[in-house]
């Protein structure tokens, strides 16, 4: 499917509102979401029968050229074939006119979608973690979610009421008025609406392609390297010298406790079991409910301060440097895993990275090997091992002494300028900085193939103790399907 480009001078962005349905309103939007995974679950069996049967086939010895077709996964396809089934299936027969349309096409693209992510990572076509098989999606645990594209979408004129297909009109928890004036004036235009159950509420989402007016830095010239950390959120560190100092405001942590009594309450209640079958009984869901609250409000905390530190970085520098953390890997750390969680660090890099678009700057990514806590910002001289707790750098060969986090800060600024003037610095890209004991990288003592080698698993050999055959590969033994080839 061709991916929708917006017009010159426009860009796309989205505005989301939370709804106050009412009870009928409630029960609607539950059953268009309940649709959509109905018809997710559908189309990924209705594709994975023919792998199945060919399997099954080339067990009895039937010859390739005799097997069952494969099925394609485009999504025009699964809408035809889904067009036919539902009138008859008794899945679909009974219920399937309560909803828009919109809701089962919102499941068989998310199918579609799926299925080339799988087709795409098993060529290795695709970056980062291995994608497996899509698999059906569980009434008890699938997010509740659906996308219409089509049909009565619009902000009432009055900003307090959106309109949805099959849904009618929807009451929002706040005003919409910062969406309807740019919808009135022609510089904002509707072209799909998502809604979605989060944190204890529903939510909608408008997705708009706005015309937005150039805007620039309030200082275009200066280049700022921010320092994530733990105890300070970020450090910010600018080429005319000035640094801040963000504190990590730390929202789990403070309301630790509080979570803790009301875990202890909900773990005193009779609460479900799947295995027995028992059901939670009304206090068990009261106080479930009200440590959910408390979960939802860190969220919002969060994701509020996030979006006002970045508006704030990205609307006063024109150059803004961060460092690509990895993120998963530090997770691994269990004494600092929910810290750094906490942080949101992949959050504040994402943002900067369309925030800065937005307002006419540019961000930099230091690689991930880059030593910005080992270098010294004054004579560039690397140290060969700088462990976590040493909080305080202290140079060797000039004796600078400097908060770790400044000192990082320092260089990742001075990074972009030398990328920029070509210093000849440590941050300089065509410059090799020392590497006493090479510390600073890991280097792997053993070689893996890449995903497009021949033999064994896409991804890695195969070593002779590990199974020949995995069950969600199985029907690979056969032919393989002509999007994995």
């Not at 939802?296 to 979006?307: P, Y």
Request: glycine content about 8%; charged content about 30%; aromatic content about 8%.
């Amino acid at each position: 499917m061709r991916k929708f480009v917006p017009r010159p001078g426009f860009v796309m962005q989205a505005f989301r509102f939370a709804l106050d349905p009412n009870a009928g309103q409630e029960q609607r939007l539950r059953s268009h979401c309940g649709a959509a995974r109905a018809a997710y679950n559908w189309a990924v069996s209705w594709v994975m029968a023919s792998w199945w049967q060919r399997k099954a086939e080339a067990s009895y010895g039937v010859a390739v050229e005799g097997l069952t077709p494969w099925r394609p996964w485009s999504l025009p396809v699964l809408r035809k074939v889904f067009n036919e089934v539902k009138k008859t299936d008794p899945r679909f027969a009974g219920w399937w006119e309560e909803n828009s349309k919109e809701a089962y096409s919102t499941g068989l693209a998310n199918a579609a979608a799926a299925f080339d992510n799988y087709a795409t990572s098993k060529r290795g076509q695709r970056k980062g973690k291995r994608v497996g098989m899509p698999r059906r999606k569980s009434k008890h645990k699938a997010r509740l979610a659906c996308r219409f594209t089509t049909g009565a979408i619009r902000v009432e004129p009055d900003r307090r009421h959106v309109t949805l297909p099959r849904l009618g009109m929807i009451r929002t928890h706040e005003s919409t008025r910062k969406l309807q004036r740019r919808i009135a004036n022609g510089t904002a235009r509707i072209l799909s609406a998502t809604v979605r159950f989060e944190r204890g509420r529903w939510f909608v989402a408008f997705q708009v392609e706005i015309q937005r007016a150039d805007r620039a830095p309030a200082r275009p010239d200066v280049v700022a390297g921010v320092d994530l950390g733990v105890k300070c959120l970020a450090v910010i560190a600018d080429n005319r010298g000035e640094v801040r100092f963000v504190p990590n405001p730390a929202h789990y942590d403070a309301a630790l406790k509080h979570l803790k009594r009301l875990s202890r309450r909900v773990s005193r209640r009779q609460g479900p079991d799947r295995r027995t079958g028992r059901k939670p009984s009304r206090r068990w869901a009261v106080a479930n409910a009200e440590r959910n609250g408390v979960h939802h409000r860190v969220a919002n905390l969060r994701a509020d301060g996030l979006h006002k530190l970045t508006t704030k970085i990205t609307g006063e520098y024109g150059t803004v440097v961060v460092e690509d953390l990895n993120v998963a890997g530090m997770l691994r750390n269990r004494r600092l895993a929910r810290k750094i969680a906490d942080a949101g660090f992949g959050e504040i890099r994402r943002q900067v990275g369309y925030k800065t678009g937005w307002n006419g700057g540019r961000r930099v990514v230091a690689d991930r090997w880059y030593p910005s806590s080992k270098t010294c910002s004054a004579c560039r001289v690397v140290k060969a091992k700088l462990p976590l707790h040493v909080r305080v750098f202290r140079c060797d060969a000039c004796d600078l002494v400097m908060d770790r986090d400044e000192n990082a800060a320092r260089n990742l600024a001075a990074m972009a300028v030398a990328e920029a003037t070509g210093t000849g610095v440590a941050g300089d890209p065509g410059v090799q900085a020392p590497k006493p004991r090479g510390a600073d990288r890991k280097t792997r003592t053993t070689t893996t193939r890449s995903r497009k080698a021949a033999g064994g698993r896409a991804g890695g050999a195969t070593l002779p103790h590990q199974r020949q055959q995995e069950t969600r590969d199985r029907h690979q033994d056969t032919e393989a399907h002509p999007a994995l080839r």
